[in-house]
């Protein structure tokens, strides 16, 4: 089996490198870094793109490949650019092998060192055809599945927009006024991390990823249906909780009172926007989320607006099943194809 250095060159100083800060929302050349979004950014700039496409582009922070099929600027900080040696390599297969290389999270720490000295996976070229054809495919599903989900989402904005959008239609009223705005404490130390009989109430703190969800615990905190805002990290993100939880790591919970519908609630929060304070690391703090103003409409036209975030909710909940099923496929075969099993599944 080959080894990374074998197959690749490391051609970043071929790449001209754009500070962060120099990113345009618009422009005429994609810049590529090592986020997880795939375009980060746009210059105007004329010299230094790189134009020797394809190319793979690895996040030395991140440990994310990128492959990358047009003209193109390098973010600035902890990227890669990797060209293969063989003029005439399949770079879709590459970029999938390189994703199934084993390399261990150093956290911050770089892992290009690493992956220098690893083993990649090459299959003749019949095989590696195969497995991009199937792969390629596997992937254009989920990317649609995606596109789907945010389309739902952008519905449920515009909804909200068109039904309470306009500036002074409904009066205003400070979050302290209509709900009860807790702060998360210290996440228990008698806690599963699997859900039981005896452990079924969940614990969740900031964070967007599986929804903020820490572990369980016997009782809970909160017995009403809420709205959590997660106070760092992800600054700003809600979610509407159910009854019978308990918010961790300062997490802010906030627990409508009779003027305010929890699913109104909580995409009025995300229309409005909420800020952090702080210099080195950006956090919320339950005082400054207790003065921020949303409209209040009628509590029936509230309703009317649950009701349909409810609807849109069901269509994508089987969006999500989809994407699961399709991510689950496409890691078992990622496994196959380049894991200890070198017995290849076929379609």
């Given amino acids: 089996m080959p080894k990374f250095s074998h197959i690749f060159n490391d051609c970043t100083k071929l790449g001209k490198k754009i500070p962060k800060l120099e990113y345009l ?86 892992h290009f060192s690493v992956l220098k000295k690893s083993d990649v996976v090459i299959h003749d070229r019949i095989k590696q055809d195969h497995i991009v054809k199937v792969l390629d495919l596997i992937t254009s599903i989920i990317s649609k599945r995606k596109e789907q989900l945010q389309n739902l989402n952008d519905l449920i904005r515009s909804q909200f927009i068109e039904m309470f959008g306009r500036e002074g239609k409904y009066p205003l009223r400070e979050l302290s006024e209509i709900t009860e705005i807790i702060a998360g404490g210290d996440k ?27 572990c369980y615990v016997k009782n809970y905190r909160v017995n009403k249906e809420a709205v959590t805002i997660s106070a760092r990290g992800t600054i700003g993100a809600t979610f509407l909780r159910q009854p019978f939880f308990t918010p961790v790591v300062r997490l802010i919970t906030l627990i409508p009172n009779e003027q305010i519908d929890a699913t109104y609630l909580k995409y009025a929060i995300d229309f409005i926007g909420v800020s952090g304070n702080g210099t080195s690391q950006q ?21 009317k607006y649950a009701t349909f975030v409810n609807q849109i909710d069901k269509s994508k909940v089987a969006i999500q099943k989809s994407i699961d099923e399709s991510q ?14 070198d017995n290849l599944i076929d379609f």
Avoid at 61 to 90: C, E, M, S, W
Avoid at 195 to 211: I, L, Q, S
């Fill in 25 to 110: 929302d618009y422009g005429k050349t994609a810049i590529i870094d090592q986020s997880k979004k795939y375009i980060s950014g746009y210059s105007n700039l004329q010299d230094g793109i790189f134009k020797d496409v394809p190319a793979i582009i690895f996040g030395d922070h991140t440990r994310i490949f990128k492959y990358v099929d047009q003209p193109f600027f390098l973010g600035a900080d902890g990227v890669k650019l990797l060209k293969a040696k063989d003029n005439t390599a399949n770079y879709k297969y590459l970029f999938y092998a390189l994703q199934g290389v084993n390399l261990p999270n150093l956290g911050y720490s770089r």
């Fill in 283 to 303: 956090q919320l703090t339950v005082p400054n989320v207790s003065k921020v103003k949303i409209p209040i409409p009628k509590m029936e036209q509230q309703k």
């Fill in 328 to 341: 689950l496929l496409f890691n078992s075969l990622m496994h196959r194809y380049f894991g200890k099993n």
């Fill in 188 to 214: 228990p130390r008698d806690h599963s991390d699997v859900k039981t009989d005896e452990y079924c109430f969940p614990v969740y703190a900031n964070g967007v990823e599986n929804e903020g969800l820490q």
